[in-house]
């Protein structure tokens, strides 16, 4: 494309040999910035460029502002390290968050700069640049180490004290929001495209173009596209004309396939991870003015499936839909047919894991609906929760503005809510989440059990607990609820342990009445936190088998 090749604007070699690079290094200078890159990256001049895509699924140096028009493919692959140095000025100031770095005077440089979600920003005051540097954890070491080279030229000009401090807010604080939850209710045709387009170009394509909804890349580190549009006042602008927007996540990737990061194969570990970047998300959505009861899509992007890795996919949206119930958000996941939304769908019903809320798949069969063939019975998310991606790869032209696109057709309503407060369930069979040695056995004999399966073990005077595993959002009162099925064989006084703030409580139950639905142990005080949160033991006076089925905790 003719948007990655090489400016020679902007760049300059030094003059004094202090500032020499090494040989396998160039030198960049814009606006009496200068730092030094590896050799082979890219430089484009966004000013000699209006229609560059600013990507970071290749390594590259972008100076200027992005062009209102950029040509960017929909589905570039991940990324890997890339700056942007553009003035500080009227286009940036909305960009100047409270995890900006502002340099000291006489410096282009600044410490340790804060990193979120794959990315540091500096703002070089006595240079009057903005300096954007996206990385993964793999190379954010050597991002860091270019951001270390930088010195200041003598034709550096600052930008003004005011025009720094004032735009620096709060990153979690929007000044406005969008009108209502995201995507709402609507029924009709979407697309989606790497970058957030500008504003004359959301103008152009919603008076001229059948479409009424976008996919917009709020969070994730692998995302490939520059975001520099997304800001809260375009969140407000687009819905306010009548936009949709499809809030999407893109970080983590299955562990069998080809991008990165990945999640872990270990379905523990994911879960936490998806909990973690459910976390990062929402602090995202909020920035933006996305308000709760929004959807946020996971993009899990095609893998090739095995049991392990599905249990890990499933694991991580289990935690990811968790901690997004936990928020207010609603969870939605988008991937291709054949992998994660057959995997997902082939679980729909399976205890083990936490359902999301929404579906999103790629399905290029260019049949605008949402029937997803046999990746998915009809009779899952059928609630206008289904949003399908019918066309990949597309030029369109709307308006006289082409773009890049993907297309999608939405059946989606905001009459799916969260989930009220935080509530979770966790069954002996929910993958990383339940513990037990081999001296418990495994049986399906009683009707009244919770899912497939449940665990018995004998009576003994010594510490065997199987443990129940819970990620508690937040230190509080939480009622503890317990299943199990009742029979004359089972123990009269099985001891059930809830770990609270101030340590183990013990709460005996009679498992020979009341089995086959939910018996509260009480009301507890419990830490914030992922680990194990109620366990049932087998050291007992009572008589017969000791039963650990599910468990339930609800915030009240």
Not at 58 to 66: E, F, I, K, S
Not at 206 to 211: F, G, H, I, Q, T
Not at 310 to 332: F, I
Request: aromatic share 10%; glycine share 10%; with cysteine.
């Amino acid at each position: 494309m003719g948007s990655l090749m090489a400016a020679t604007v902007g760049l300059a070699v030094a003059a004094a040999p202090t500032w020499a690079a090494p040989a396998d290094e160039r030198t960049v200078s814009y606006r009496g910035y200068r730092l030094s890159v590896p050799a082979d990256w890219q430089v484009v001049d966004l000013s000699t460029d209006p229609h560059a895509c600013v990507r970071f699924d290749r390594p590259a140096v972008y100076l200027g502002h992005p062009g209102d028009e950029p040509w960017c493919p929909p589905r570039l692959v991940g990324r890997t390290a890339g700056l942007i140095v553009e003035p500080i000025d009227s286009v940036t100031t909305e960009r100047l968050t409270a995890d900006t770095t502002i340099t000291g005077s006489g410096t282009a440089t600044a410490g340790r700069p804060v990193s979120r979600d794959g990315s540091i920003r500096i703002a070089v005051r006595d240079a009057g640049v903005l300096v954007s540097a996206l990385h993964t954890p793999d190379t954010e070491p050597a991002v860091r180490r270019i951001l270390a080279s930088a010195r200041l030229d003598p034709v550096a000009r600052p930008a003004p004290v005011g025009d720094v401090r004032t735009g620096a807010k709060p990153a979690t604080v929007a000044s406005s929001t969008a009108s209502g939850p995201q995507p709402g209710t609507y029924t009709g045709r979407g697309f989606d495209t790497c970058t957030a387009p500008s504003q004359s170009t959301m103008d152009a394509w919603r008076n001229a173009s059948p479409y009424r909804a976008i996919g917009i890349y709020i969070s994730g580190s692998s995302r490939s596209c520059t975001q520099a549009n997304l800001t809260a006042s375009w969140v407000t602008n687009q819905t306010n004309n009548g936009w949709h927007l499809i809030p999407i996540e893109l970080d983590r990737q299955a562990p069998c396939g080809t991008r990165t990061p990945k999640m872990s194969y270990d379905p523990t570990t994911a879960r936490s991870e998806g909990a973690a970047r459910a976390t990062s998300a929402v602090s995202a959505a909020q920035a933006l003015g996305i308000p709760a009861g929004s959807v946020v899509y996971n993009d899990i992007e095609h893998y090739p499936s095995s049991e392990s890795c599905k249990a890990a996919v499933l694991s991580y949206l289990s935690g990811w839909t968790e901690r997004l119930h936990a928020l207010g958000y609603l969870s939605g996941m988008y991937s291709s047919g054949s992998s994660g939304v057959r995997d997902l769908c082939s679980a729909y019903h399976d205890s083990r894991y936490t359902r999301v809320d929404h579906l999103f798949f790629a399905w290029w069969n260019g049949v605008a609906d949402t029937d997803a063939g046999d990746y998915c019975p009809d009779a899952y998310y059928a609630d206008r929760q289904r949003i399908h991606q019918y066309t990949g790869d597309s030029y369109e032209t709307w308006g006289g503005v082409r773009l890049y696109i993907d297309r999608d057709y939405l059946d989606v309503s905001t009459g799916t809510t969260p989930p009220t407060g935080f509530s979770v369930t966790v069954d002996n069979t929910t993958a990383g989440r339940f513990t037990a040695s081999a001296n418990w056995g495994t049986s399906a004999y009683s009707a009244q059990r919770h899912g497939t399966d449940y665990r018995y073990a004998g009576p003994t005077p010594a510490s065997d607990v199987a443990w129940y595993r819970a990620d508690v959002p937040e230190t509080g009162t939480y009622e503890v609820s317990v299943w199990y099925p009742a029979d004359p064989g089972y123990n009269d006084s099985t001891p059930h342990l809830v770990a609270t703030t101030s340590g183990n409580q013990t709460v005996r139950v009679n498992q020979r009445l009341n089995g086959g639905r939910w018996l509260s142990l009480g009301v507890f005080t419990l830490s914030a936190g992922d680990r194990n949160t109620v366990g049932v033991s087998r050291w007992t006076n009572g008589t017969g088998y000791v039963i650990a089925d599910a468990v339930r905790i609800t915030r009240v």
